[in-house]
């Protein structure tokens, strides 16, 4: 656990832990501040208790068998922001899905910049087999979003037209990649009809 302040704000920055399942109803309050203000979130309906629940006991989980890492942002046992990365399975178990949502109030102090820094370097320490590339999508519409992961080093790979419902419309999905060994993805030759 680690207190930062960000702007005049005292935010304390830790991972999840068993703990947690007695403040389900934070992490529920968390998530439903984003649905409620319709944030670019996949999340578009509010989350029942129960769903909480199972939601933080698989993210215990895969925290314990070092298949994701989760930081959480907390003023005043008030949750401020979610950052995790989840790696894959298979032929992708190299891969890290990459997630952060701040609350409104909070965007713009640099919390969403630390978080993704410090989740990174998590995921390169704990995770197994060890994580080569980070994976996001983001609604294309989510600039502000865009710019934070450029920031971190991911670079947009692919747009995906109509992709997401969003405010009655059709919007694309950038996904973007960050590879953690490389500073640019430039020399990627993404070949779409090779063999395994």
């Avoid at 990365?85 to 997630?99: A, M, T, V």
């Avoid at 590879?179 to 779409?192: G, V």
Wanted: aromatic letters at 8%; hydrophobic letters at 40%; proline letters at 2%.
């Amino acid at each position: 656990m680690l207190i930062k302040t960000f702007g005049s704000k005292k935010i304390k920055i830790r991972t999840i832990s068993k703990n947690d399942l007695n403040k389900v109803k934070n992490f529920q309050d968390f998530i439903n501040s984003l649905v409620k203000e319709k944030a670019m979130i996949k999340v578009n309906k509010k989350i029942s208790r129960k769903e909480e629940i199972e939601w933080l006991k698989a993210k215990l989980k895969a925290q314990k068998e070092k298949k994701e890492v989760i930081l959480v942002a907390e003023e005043k046992d008030r949750i401020v922001g979610v950052a995790h990365i989840k790696l894959d399975w298979g032929r992708e178990s190299h891969i890290g899905h990459f997630s952060i949502s701040i609350r409104k109030g909070y965007r713009k102090i640099g919390l969403g910049t630390y978080l993704g820094k410090e989740i990174i370097k998590l995921a390169k320490k704990r995770l197994k087999p060890k994580l080569k590339i980070i994976r996001l999508n983001v609604y294309e519409l989510n600039k502000p979003a865009i710019s934070l992961y450029k920031k971190l080093g991911f670079e947009k790979v692919a747009k995906i037209p109509k992709q997401v419902q969003c405010q009655g419309n059709l919007i694309a999905e950038i996904i973007m990649l960050k590879d953690i060994k490389k500073k640019k993805l430039k020399n990627y030759d993404f070949n779409f009809n090779s063999d395994c």
